[in-house]
């Protein structure tokens, strides 16, 4: 079992910055990718940011330039720095985890997401 525990999100007035973190635990022999994906209410879930285990990224193209994903690998750690953060970047925010456990199966793990409000 892996669980992914999500932290970071809450309301911040637009033009401010948050940081968001994801940690996975459990039963896990190797990370992949991590990635950020949104959800606002009446949209389709689209992907924020993603980076390898080599560290290369891909971001969504609305937040280019403004969010920062990163990871820290000895933590099983993922984190998304948003800054310059505007009314459209609200959303549920989730982290989502590619990896092999110990029996050798590789698995897709969701965290249970984590509010973004941005005020004008």
């Known amino acids: 079992q892996v669980q992914l525990v999500e932290s970071g999100g809450g309301l911040v007035q637009f033009g401010g910055s948050l940081r968001l973190s994801c940690a996975a635990s459990?039963?896990?022999?190797?990370?992949?990718?991590m990635s950020w994906y949104r959800q606002a209410p009446g949209k389709e879930r689209e992907l924020v940011a993603a980076?390898?285990?080599?560290?290369?990224?891909n971001y969504g193209d609305s937040v280019k330039g403004r969010f920062t994903v990163s990871r820290d690998n000895a933590k099983n750690t993922v984190y998304l720095q948003m800054n310059s953060l505007k009314a459209e970047d609200t959303a549920v925010y989730y982290c989502?985890?590619?990896?092999?456990?110990?029996?050798?199966?590789?698995?897709?793990?969701w965290g249970q997401g984590t509010q973004v409000t941005v005020s004008s």
């Open positions: 459990g039963s896990i022999f190797s990370i992949w990718s």
């Open positions: 980076i390898t285990s080599g560290g290369s990224t």
């Open positions: 989502s985890v590619d990896l092999t456990d110990y029996t050798g199966y590789e698995y897709y793990y």
